[in-house]
């Protein structure tokens, strides 16, 4: 079932939301397991080490645009999420225009600046690498929030951490 926005979208973009949300699921190629680059984004997150968790989610995405033979993109974790009376932003997709594409994420809460949780940094990095995918892989001309993308989304978070400590989950 479409989102509400879907009745205010023209028939053209409603054909490309449509194609996504049909697309429910996201295998991941296979490849080395990815425990210890989750471990790494898990330590540095709780450490608050901004730099070694930017460099340990380069490894991550990195990982998965080879393995998905995908254009590379760029990844830069900020500290406090930017906020406004629309709400609290988590992450930011900005496709490639010359440069690699770019993925940032936030690692700190608006309201009291605490360290967001270990699952919720990984599936909003994810979130944001599957507007990727929408985009090189897929190949849609737009990227939605669909329920097959969020379908997607928690695929690809389930398929890195098959294998991974209990913790890690």
Known sequence: MPFGYFNLLSAARKKVYLRSDAIESLALPPGPSLQDVLTRIQEHLSAEQRVALERASQQ??????????????????????????????????????????????????????????????????????????????????????????????????RAIHEGASPWEK
């Open 60 to 157: 991550l995405l990195d990982e998965l645009t080879r393995r998905f033979n995908v254009p590379p993109v760029r990844v830069r974790i900020r500290n406090v999420r930017p906020s406004g009376n629309w709400g609290e932003l988590h992450g930011l997709y900005e496709p490639a225009e010359q440069s690699p594409a770019v993925i940032s994420t936030w690692m700190r809460t608006v309201a009291r600046k605490q360290m967001v949780a270990y699952k919720t940094f990984v599936r909003t990095l994810l979130h944001e690498f599957c507007h990727h995918i929408d985009y090189e892989l897929i190949k849609l001309p737009e990227t939605f929030h669909t329920g097959g993308f969020y379908k997607r989304e928690a695929a690809l978070f």
